[in-house]
């Protein structure tokens, strides 16, 4: 007979009430509106997405990283795995409780990732600080990782959606530094975002972490090293994104499913720990 849910915290959103739930020493939820956000014990595509999306960085001093999605760490823990210890991670998040829960009762779950000293947490939504990044400081982000709970889909609108159209896409490649990579998570493989990140000069080409079962996909748009926009006719932008057309869940945008609130959470530099 399974353990019953304990509640840790809950807050009010726009979107419901956000909770912590929990009931083993390793077995939590995060919930909105009573639908389970993420899972403790279901985290494989997102400890991939974040050693795909950085494993070329490994040996790279001084590396930057934008993280999309600070959930419960998991993804942020792999990053930060995969970099040197002079690296700078930049999460934006929507929700100030998110960061408390990731830095204060389920740090365990990931060796303290949100405290790690590489790490900077922002209250900010993600399409804005990519953004912000293409504007004020082009071309000077190694890697931006796209882990939200909603990823790119049939519904999505092509030109406007604020993280999977065009225009987005448009902001992520101008952020990003030759060489580097837009890495997405997504439910399936959604042929129109594959299509839209290879017209905006992408090299594309996707994975699907572990064996069997239900398995998510992982988009790996590379901006060239000369910076250049991959050409229509060359062997990288012909490169077909495999895996099922099916479709993810059906909505136009993802819910600003916390705080809407703007703010910076940084915090001062100081020795890196080993995890």
């Known amino acids: 007979m399974a353990k019953p849910w304990t509640t840790l915290d809950s807050v009010a959103t726009d979107d419901g009430v956000l909770e912590l739930r929990k009931r083993d020493e390793h077995d939590y939820l995060i919930l909105v509106d009573g639908r389970v956000l993420m ?32 959930g419960m760490g998991y993804t942020l823990r792999a990053v930060l795995d995969s970099l040197a210890d002079d690296a700078r991670v930049t999460v934006a998040e929507l929700n100030p409780v998110v960061l408390g829960w990731c830095e204060g009762s389920i740090a365990h779950l990931t060796a303290g990732a949100a405290n790690d ?16 990044l293409a504007a004020e400081e082009r071309g000077a982000v190694d890697a931006i990782v796209l ?68 398995r998510h996909i992982v988009y790996l748009a590379t901006k060239r090293a000369d910076g250049k926009k991959v050409g229509s006719g060359s062997t990288d932008d012909t490169k077909a994104g495999g895996g099922s057309t099916g479709g993810g869940k059906t909505s136009s945008t993802p819910k600003d499913r916390f705080s809407r609130k703007s703010a910076t959470r940084s915090r001062p530099a100081r020795r890196t720990k080993a995890h």
């Open 39 to 70: 899972n403790s014990v279901a985290n494989r595509s997102e400890l991939a997405l974040g050693k795909i999306a950085c494993r070329n960085l490994k040996d790279k001093r001084g590396a930057r990283v934008v993280v999309g999605g600070l």
């Open 147 to 214: 882990d939200l709970y909603l990823g790119p889909n049939a519904d999505c609108d092509a030109v406007n959606h604020p993280l999977y159209g065009s225009i987005a896409i448009r902001n992520a490649f101008d952020a990003l530094a030759p060489g580097a990579v837009l890495a997405v998570w997504g439910e399936s493989f959604d042929p129109g975002y594959d299509k839209r990140l290879r017209r905006a000069g992408f090299a594309v080409s996707n994975e699907r972490p572990g064996k069997g079962g239900l």
């Open 117 to 132: 000293p590489r790490a900077t947490v922002e209250i900010i939504n993600v399409a804005k600080l990519i953004a912000r």
